[in-house]
């Protein structure tokens, strides 16, 4: 069974930083790519940062020179570093990643719990 489990969220002030981390585990032959997720209060879900399995990166116009998405293959681990944090920022963060399993199989989509982000004086 594969999991994905979200860490590092809290509190935090205006102008604090922040860091993300999910776990991927279970049955894993391949990360393919991996991103955040957010979702405010009476808000829509929205892409935050995308990482490709060669390590390529984007991130949404809203967090750009803020926030960085990262990959650790060995640890099968991905994480979101949030700089210069903004009230705006509170929500529930998601870890989303497309794996394979294993030969013969296609990737699937899988998503964490979320972590919860609070940005407040």
């Known amino acids: 069974q594969v999991q994905l489990v979200e860490s590092g969220g809290g509190l935090v002030q205006p102008g604090g930083s922040l860091r993300l981390s999910c776990a991927v585990s279970?049955?894993?032959?391949?990360?393919?790519?991996m991103d955040w997720y957010r979702q405010g209060p009476g808000k829509e879900r929205e892409l935050v940062a995308t990482?490709?399995?060669?390590?390529?990166?984007n991130t949404a116009d809203s967090v750009k020179g803020r926030f960085t998405i990262s990959r650790d293959n060995v640890k099968n681990m991905v994480y979101l570093q949030m700089n210069s944090l903004k009230p705006e920022d509170t929500a529930v963060y998601y870890c989303?990643?497309?794996?394979?399993?294993?030969?013969?199989?296609?990737?699937?989509?899988?998503w964490g719990k979320g972590t919860l982000v609070s940005v407040s004086s």
């Open positions: 989303h990643a497309y794996l394979q399993q294993g030969f013969g199989l296609r990737a699937m989509e899988y």
């Open positions: 279970g049955r894993i032959l391949r990360l393919n790519s």
């Open positions: 990482i490709t399995s060669g390590g390529g990166t």
